[in-house]
């Protein structure tokens, strides 16, 4: 895109010229995206989960079912969001995509039929899981360099931040209103506030130039702008797409697992509901703090290496989730989760864009995101089915310790292309 086009585009009587860089003004836009997918999330759907059951007189393995289905079909909503944001840039897209999610909330709180209603559901996971999820993703990328890390690290505070407000607000008013009128609402709020929002104030890719008056690249010439970078096939035939997206989806794998279940798996320990609750608010409050430090240590150490040790730490805490023994140990366990989380959501958040550049970031990172859609579906299951089959879960979290050690390993030694990736 010339500079001339680039200011075509501003809105009247703005610039990126002042005292604020607006690519922060973008990561504060791209996370206020990112907590309105919270009805296309499986965090989101349990607020509503209980009474939509009672309501809709279903059982709970035929909507656990609807959900699973819900969620392959709608991970595939991802490589085509990928695709039109490459062409259409993020304003449009985001704009639109938050009015249909809205749309589509909306007609869920007022639907009856179950038929309908998975269908709803299949939309809601597409449109919000997946599709705005690419978009909110992307979007910092293409506005920071330099300072990638620090920015996402920012973005990941603000979103966690965020959905930490949502999540007690929602569930309120499901609790004194029912679930429709509370669905009804966020429908509502991603209709009349997130989807203007993004038409008004999400801007395009600023020019190189621009860039390099910002200090994100030395030089128009130096670094990559809009149009240089790696092709999607390309970063698809590089060994470090996969390596960060195979970690970063096992990563989700084993957090969606043990979140949907993780009050069992403390209970096979003997450990009551209590400590389940205070573990997950330290994961949560730890997660907070890796997301900080991550941002920092990608910004001053390698991505190879970080991911390494959020590897490892993963690795280390399944090892000791079957021997916990004590309640100290639970919460050592939940702070090296959150730690290791913290990690692996700055990385992936950076790794696409400071990696493979932004010719085709949206494809790139929308089929990471597929990835990690997929596995997180999948990580419910297998916990359940290694449950059914062994009477415990310790088998899984082994097994799964092994193949994260190994990804630890991989991590370590795989070759990040580009200059700006090199150790």
Not at 241 to 253: C, D, E, I, R
Not at 281 to 307: E, R
Not at 388 to 414: E, P, Q
Request: aromatic share 10%; hydrophobic share 55%; glycine share 12%.
């Amino acid at each position: 895109m010339t500079h001339s086009a680039a200011e075509s585009h501003r809105l009247p009587g703005t610039s990126t010229r002042g005292p604020l860089y607006y690519g922060w003004v973008t990561v504060g836009l791209a996370a206020l995206a990112m907590v309105g997918t919270l009805p296309g999330r499986t965090q989101g759907l349990g607020l509503i989960t209980e009474p939509l059951l009672k309501d809709l007189n279903l059982d709970r393995v035929t909507f656990a079912q609807m959900n699973l289905w819900a969620t392959l079909i709608g991970s595939l909503f991802c490589l085509g969001t990928g695709r039109l944001l490459d062409q259409l840039g993020a304003r449009r897209l985001f704009t639109l995509i938050a009015f249909a999610l809205g749309a589509v909330v909306v007609a869920m709180s007022r639907t009856a039929g179950i038929l309908l209603i998975f269908g709803l559901l299949i939309l809601s996971r597409g449109l919000g899981q997946n599709a705005l999820s690419v978009v909110s993703l992307t979007m910092p990328g293409h506005w920071f360099s330099r300072r990638l890390s620090l920015a996402m690290a920012v973005y990941s505070i603000t979103l966690s931040i965020g959905f930490m407000v949502a999540f007690p607000i929602v569930g309120g008013a499901v609790v004194a209103h029912g679930w429709r009128p509370a669905w009804a609402a966020i429908g509502w709020c991603l209709l009349v506030v997130v989807a203007p929002l993004g038409w008004l104030l999400v801007r395009p890719t600023p020019p190189n130039a621009e860039l390099a008056r910002q200090g994100e690249i030395v030089s128009p010439a130096a670094d990559g702008d809009a149009t240089s970078g790696f092709t999607w096939k390309e970063a698809l035939r590089s060994p470090a797409f996969w390596v960060f997206a195979l970690a970063s989806s096992v990563y989700n794998l084993i957090a969606s697992g043990i979140g949907l279940f993780n009050e069992s798996v403390l209970a096979e320990r003997g450990f009551n509901a209590g400590i389940y609750h205070h573990s997950l608010v330290l994961t949560a409050l730890t997660s907070l703090v890796g997301n900080f430090v991550g941002g920092w240590l990608a910004a001053k150490w390698s991505l190879n290496g970080l991911m390494a040790v959020a590897m490892t730490l993963l690795a280390a805490a399944l090892v000791s989730l079957p021997s916990l023994r004590t309640v100290g140990q639970v919460y050592v366990f939940a702070v090296t989760m959150g730690v290791s989380g913290g990690f692996v959501i700055v990385l992936f958040f950076t790794v696409w864009a400071k990696v493979f550049g932004r010719v085709q970031l949206g494809r790139i990172q929308g089929s990471a995101q597929m990835l990690t859609v997929l596995a997180s579906a999948v990580g419910p299951l297998l916990l359940a089915k290694c449950h059914a089959w062994t009477g415990s879960y310790a088998a899984i979290f082994y097994a799964l310790a092994g193949v994260v050690g190994v990804l630890a390993f991989a991590a370590w030694w795989v070759k990040l292309p580009g200059a700006r990736a090199s150790r």
